[in-house]
C-alpha cells in the first residue's frame, strides 16, 4: 500500500506515544457513521481492513493511520428546485413576496428533509508517522485534505506541533537552475521529461510541457524569457519517480521498474504481511528522500 501523493510535516516536538497510548486515544474518535440528519462524519478507521479496530498499526518504530469522511451527497440543483416549489407555493397561497431570510430557512428544511435519503461519498486518508525522523506524511493531492487529517489528529491527541517545511531558498527558482545548468542538479535527482511553467508577469500564464526534452533550447528560451518552474517531474535515487510542486508537495508517486522488480521478489503471502513489507519499504524510502529534499533547496530555514 504505497501513497499516491505525499505532503511532509516537520514534526516541532518529539512524538513520544506508544503504540498502545496511540490506539487507545485514536478509538476514542473512531469513525461512525452519519445520522439521519448529519451532512458528514469524520473519525479514524483501520489503515489495513485485515486489522480490525487497531487504529495505529506500528512497524519499526513508524506509525500508519488513516480517517474516513462521509459526506452525504445533495446536489445544489436539487434543493435549488425544492425552495424554489415552496417559495412559489408561499407566494401564491399567501399572496406575499418571500425575502432571502425566510428563503434560507426554506433551504434549511429542505436539506433535513432530504438528508434521510440522500446518499454518501466515502473517502480515507493515510497518514505515516515516523517519530525518530521527526516528520509525519500525509497521502493527499491537496493541503486542505491533509490538514483536515492533521486537525482531527490534533483534537484526537490535544496537540499536534508540526510545521510544512520550510527551506532556504525557492524551491521555484532552484529547479529553473536545475534545468539552465544541468549540472547543479543534486545527486540522486533526475529530470525527467515533464514540468509546469508560470509566467512572473502574466498572471494566469502557464505552460506545460510533457515527453520532451527539458534540455532543449526552444525550452530554456522560456526561462531565459523570465517563466519559472512550478512544477517538475522527478526521480529519485532510483527508486521513486514524482512531479515535485514548488511547495515540495509531491504528486503522482510512482516506483521505479527497479523497485517494482524488489518488492515483487519481497512479496508475502497474506494481505497483512504485504501490508508491512510495503509500509517498511515506503518508510525508509521517505526517510531518505525527506533530508534530501530539505539539502537540495538549501536546508531548513531559520526563522526568528
Not at 7 to 34: G, M, V
Not at 104 to 109: A, P
Not at 172 to 179: C, E, G, I, Q, R
Request: aromatic share 8%.
Amino acid at each position: 500500500m504505497w501513497f499516491k501523493n505525499v505532503i511532509f510535516y516537520r514534526l516541532n516536538e518529539a512524538f513520544e506515544y506508544s503504540q498502545e497510548q496511540l490506539q487507545e486515544k485514536l478509538k476514542e474518535q473512531a469513525f461512525t457513521p452519519c445520522k439521519s440528519q448529519e451532512l458528514s462524519r469524520y473519525g479514524w478507521v483501520s489503515p489495513c481492513q485485515q486489522l480490525d479496530e487497531m487504529y495505529a498499526h506500528q512497524v519499526h518504530g513508524m506509525f500508519m493511520l488513516a480517517a474516513r469522511k462521509e459526506e452525504k451527497i445533495l446536489p445544489g440543483a436539487v434543493i435549488k428546485e425544492a425552495v424554489g416549489d415552496k417559495v412559489a407555493r408561499i407566494e401564491n397561497e399567501q399572496a406575499r413576496k418571500v425575502y432571502k431570510k425566510e428563503r434560507d430557512q426554506l433551504k434549511d428544511e429542505v436539506i433535513l428533509d432530504l438528508l434521510p435519503r440522500a446518499f454518501s461519498k466515502f473517502q480515507q486518508t493515510y497518514a505515516l508517522i515516523a517519530p525518530a525522523q521527526g516528520w509525519i506524511a500525509v497521502d493527499a493531492s491537496s493541503h486542505k485534505r491533509a490538514e483536515e487529517l492533521l486537525s482531527h489528529l490534533r483534537g484526537t491527541l490535544g496537540s499536534l506541533p508540526i510545521a510544512l517545511p520550510d527551506v532556504q531558498q525557492s524551491p521555484s527558482a532552484v529547479m529553473s537552475n536545475w534545468l539552465e545548468h544541468n549540472d547543479s542538479l543534486p545527486q540522486g535527482f533526475e529530470v525527467q521529461d515533464e514540468c509546469e511553467l508560470r509566467d512572473n508577469v502574466l498572471e494566469g500564464g502557464v505552460i506545460r510541457i510533457k515527453g520532451q526534452q527539458l534540455e532543449d533550447e526552444e525550452f530554456i528560451a522560456h526561462l531565459e524569457a523570465g517563466k519559472r518552474v512550478v512544477k517538475l517531474a522527478l526521480e529519485w535515487d532510483e527508486q521513486l519517480r514524482f512531479m515535485l510542486q514548488e511547495d515540495l508537495a509531491i504528486k503522482r508517486l510512482k516506483l521505479s521498474e527497479q523497485l517494482q522488480e524488489k518488492m515483487a521478489d519481497e512479496a508475502a503471502e497474506d494481505e497483512v504481511a504485504q501490508f508491512d513489507v510495503d509500509m517498511v519499504q515506503m518508510g525508509l524510502e521517505f526517510a531518505k528522500l525527506y533530508p534530501a529534499l530539505i539539502a537540495a533547496f538549501g536546508g531548513e530555514a531559520q526563522r526568528p
